[in-house]
């Protein structure tokens, strides 16, 4: 399905979903992320974080073009339904799979069981526990000789699930390896007035940024700083 089939029909959602939808995430950074799923031919993927289903429209509507499926956790049942609805409305239904419970708890289980997968979009709980679980666990099971693309959402600011807790990605070394990541919401400051904001974190690493989202070159490795509370 292309991806202006799938906004069209998210378009038409009852009772305000795409509008509610659209004001906590917005449709470009979406669009972004399913040409980069199209353009790398990305097949099957894991999304963290449903939430209203938004996201996993798009990411569904790219990988349904080679018959592909993304695998989707989320932890609240309310949220969970709603997504569903809004996928089943979309007509994707047959490439997503909803996973209802913990992402620590769920991730090792379905990692164990899907086929091989080519994306990961992390988008749950903005913790460093749970960001950086969730990035081991993925970057551990990925086949580091193909190319793999991994997006984490809200991550070079300090979130308000993780506030206090030092968590997001620092960028330190670079070894070789074809993965990819990209560090979406980057061009504006949220929540860190007193560090200079995310702009100063892009120029720092010389990423490119394009549509909200930064680039990293292939060969980047990401580690997280902080502390489990």
């Known amino acids: 399905m292309n991806k202006y089939e799938a906004l069209t029909k998210l378009?038409?959602?009852?009772?305000?979903i795409y509008e509610a939808a659209k004001e906590r995430s917005g449709d470009d950074g979406f669009d972004f992320?399913?040409?980069?799923?199209e353009e790398k031919k990305i097949t099957n993927a894991i999304e963290i974080g449903t939430f209203l289903g938004h996201g996993t429209a798009y990411i569904a509507a790219a990988c349904s073009?080679?018959?592909?499926?993304?695998?989707?956790?989320?932890?609240?049942?309310?949220?969970?339904?709603?997504?569903?609805?809004?996928?089943?409305?979309?007509?994707?239904?047959?490439?997503?799979?909803?996973?209802?419970?913990?992402?620590?708890?769920?991730?090792?289980?379905?990692?164990?069981?899907i086929p091989a997968f080519q994306a990961a979009y992390i988008d749950g709980h903005h913790s460093y526990k749970y960001v950086s679980q969730e990035f081991k666990l993925i970057y551990e099971a990925?086949?580091?000789?193909?190319?793999f693309l991994?997006?984490?959402?809200?991550?070079?600011?300090?979130?308000?699930?993780?506030r206090g807790d030092g968590t997001?990605?620092?960028?330190?070394?670079?070894?070789n390896g074809p993965c990819?990541?990209?560090?979406?919401?980057?061009?504006?400051?949220?929540?860190?007035?007193s560090d200079g904001g995310v702009p100063r974190l892009v120029n720092e690493h010389n990423m490119t940024v394009t549509k909200g989202c930064a680039f990293v070159d292939e060969t980047t490795k990401i580690t997280f700083e902080g502390n489990e509370k």
Not at 90 to 108: H, K, R
Not at 168 to 175: A, F, N, V
């Open 168 to 175: 997001g990605p620092k960028i330190i070394e670079t070894p």
């Open 33 to 37: 992320i399913y040409d980069q799923f």
């Open 180 to 193: 990819q990541f990209v560090i979406s919401d980057v061009y504006y400051q949220r929540n860190n007035p």
């Open 142 to 147: 990925i086949d580091k000789t193909r190319p």
């Open 65 to 113: 073009n080679r018959n592909g499926k993304v695998y989707t956790i989320e932890i609240d049942k309310t949220l969970a339904h709603t997504a569903q609805a809004l996928i089943e409305h979309v007509g994707l239904s047959e490439n997503v799979d909803f996973i209802l419970g913990d992402s620590l708890a769920e991730l090792p289980k379905l990692l164990k069981r």
């Open 11 to 16: 378009k038409t959602l009852p009772d305000g």
């Open 150 to 162: 991994i997006i984490l959402d809200d991550a070079c600011y300090e979130h308000n699930d993780s």
